[in-house]
């Protein structure tokens, strides 16, 4: 039998959408007025089809009134508020580039930002958490020529609305009958995990087509009513979580500005959810909350996990105690819109464990030697690539960035290691850049991740590589142990000894509360390393740093 090519096409039985994000949402608000779309439960905000319609023409109008034309950006920098979704639909309807500002920014980030897209009205909130937004904003402001206008959301938004007077319904039908869903619609800088940040920049047709496809492999309707504790600036609540809502007439149901379990929870319940979204630790936080217990979560049906890695133990827990029967995975990144591959909601237990599932409608996917770029035969690794309408427009302003991540034949080139079935189901084995090399051996921190979670002890662990002397790097792990546990380095290093390779037993171990993360939730590797690197007074300099 000869091996086939790593290489599968998606679907094309139903074809693309070729609205745009505005032509949509009218075509939903006709068919579902009535129904609920978004409900924001920490701001007590509940907003049907049609008055979410009506509060998007009102800012639409606004920010024309504010002189804003399509292809201009216009920043939102807030944590999860209803704000938030109102302001991602009106910047469509009127064409102008909505760029995400991470709510995490420092005032060296948010210059940054404001200066590489050339923001020219913000939106911001007050703050988020200890962070005064107008306090950094004005240490920056100076040195932002772009910037002219900034909208306090707490403080002027009633006001802006009341702006959309001075424009009539006729000005905004023409903007709007004049937009091509080829557009750049939105940017969006990758998360904080590599380099310095580039903003992928997105069209209508990207987006609104992945955040539909999405929701239909979740056989999502209008009864329908989705979880969302991910945050807004990402993908994965702006396209996986309000796209894909908007798109089949659901309600997207938002517990509270950043991700809290208990919030989360409550939320699940009150609501009646019937689909929950996470990065896996995420779901480790609501399994382990105190209050899980009491919750009713018989309403969940669906969800989504993404992001990162999910521990056979999660998933199973997922499954039995949360009662999620249909739980997808999902892979994908910022640049591809991001879902490539997804698994399917009838996929048996060991495929959601062992792989991100498979590929997208209308998306091509291959796994080629990173050497040679040629594509590798079926189970061997190598560095999975997509291709189609997910794929970026570009980073923005940044040809050259985009020309490394985006090659001629127009394959996303996504520095993730993977392998693919035969049944073309794919296994993420690790990243170019993300693997331990000890001694000439690979270890990927993944399968040390798996086995740690069979600990009963350990709520969480994270593996990471720290410079070596000796064997170039070691091994190093971060663990959360659940609450009341007490287990030393001698135990733990006890429980590895006989049932992983010893080259993979770490030689260190650190125990923790939480981890560096980004907001996304995705745990920054190498912020552990520095941190581990300083901590254990190694030198960091070698070339370890990866991620
Ligand atoms: P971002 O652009 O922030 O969405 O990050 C994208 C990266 O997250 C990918 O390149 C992967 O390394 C990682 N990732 C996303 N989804 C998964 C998943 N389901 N399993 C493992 N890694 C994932």
Redesign the pocket.
């Known amino acids: 039998m000869t091996n086939a090519p790593s290489h599968v096409r998606g679907a094309t039985d139903a074809p693309l959408s070729t609205e745009t994000i505005g032509a949509m949402l009218r075509r939903v608000v006709e068919r579902f007025g009535a129904r609920e779309a978004l409900v924001v439960r920490a701001q007590g905000y509940r907003a049907t089809y049609r008055e979410l319609w009506d509060a998007t023409t009102a800012l639409a109008k606004a920010l024309m009134a504010r002189g804003i034309d399509a292809g201009e950006r216009v920043g939102i920098w807030s944590p999860n508020r209803h704000e938030w979704v109102v302001t991602q639909h009106a910047t469509a309807r009127i064409g102008a580039i909505l760029v995400n500002v991470n709510p995490a920014y420092k005032s060296r980030e948010l210059e940054y930002a404001l200066n590489q897209s050339g923001i020219r009205l913000l939106l911001l909130a007050r703050g988020f958490r200890t962070t005064d937004y107008r306090a950094l904003l004005d240490e920056v402001r100076g040195r932002c020529p772009h910037l002219e206008q900034v909208v306090v959301i707490d403080d002027d938004w009633d006001a802006l609305l009341a702006e959309a007077a001075a424009v009539d319904d006729a000005a905004l039908a023409e903007r709007e009958a004049g937009l091509d869903c080829h557009d750049p619609i939105n940017i969006q800088y ?2 904080g995990t590599t380099g310095a940040p580039k903003g992928a920049t997105l069209s209508h047709h990207n987006i609104l087509n992945n955040g539909h496809l999405c929701g239909e492999i979740l056989a999502y309707t209008e009864a329908d009513r989705v979880c969302i504790p991910v945050p807004f600036y ?2 994965f609540g702006m396209v996986m979580g309000n796209l894909a809502c908007a798109s089949h007439g659901a309600c997207a149901v938002v517990p509270g500005e950043a991700f809290d379990a208990r919030l989360t929870l409550e939320t699940v319940g009150a609501e009646r959810c019937t689909s929950l979204y996470g990065v896996p630790t995420m779901f480790i936080a609501q399994l382990n909350h105190p209050d899980f217990e009491r919750t009713d979560v018989s309403s969940l049906r669906t969800g989504i996990m ?4 999910c521990p056979a133990e999660v998933m199973k827990q997922v499954h039995d105690r949360m009662n999620i029967r249909e739980i997808t ?6 640049e591809t819109s ?1 879902v490539s591959t997804q698994t399917r909601r009838g996929d048996s237990f060991e495929r959601r464990v062992s792989t ?1 599932g498979r590929v997208h409608p209308h998306v091509e996917i291959q796994v080629v030697d990173p050497e040679t770029g040629r594509v590798v035969e079926r189970g061997t690794s190598g560095e999975l690539c997509t291709r189609g309408y997910s794929v970026m427009l570009g980073y923005w302003n940044n040809q050259e960035a985009t020309a490394a991540a985006v090659d001629a034949e127009r394959w996303m080139h ?3 290691l993977a392998v693919m079935d035969h049944d073309g189901y794919l296994r ?1 084995v690790g ?1 170019l850049t993300d693997m331990i090399i000890r001694g000439g051996e690979n270890i990927y921190p993944r399968e040390i991740e798996e086995f740690l979670y069979t600990h009963p002890e350990i709520e969480d662990a994270h593996v990471i590589g720290v410079p070596s002397q000796l064997y170039g790097e070691e091994v190093m792990a971060w663990v959360k142990l659940k609450a009341g546990a007490d287990v030393d380095d001698v135990a733990l290093t006890a429980f590895c000894r006989g049932r992983i390779a010893t080259t993979k037993i770490p030689r260190f171990w650190k125990r923790v509360d939480s981890f560096p993360m980004t907001v ?1 939730g ?1 745990v920054q590797k190498f912020r552990m390393r520095e941190l581990a690197a300083a901590e254990l007074g190694l030198d960091a300099g070698a070339e370890n740093t990866g991620r």
């Open positions: 990758t998360s990402h993908c993404a992001g990162a890695p995975i999902c892979y994908g990144m910022t991001p991100v996504t520095r993730d993420i990243r996304t995705k």
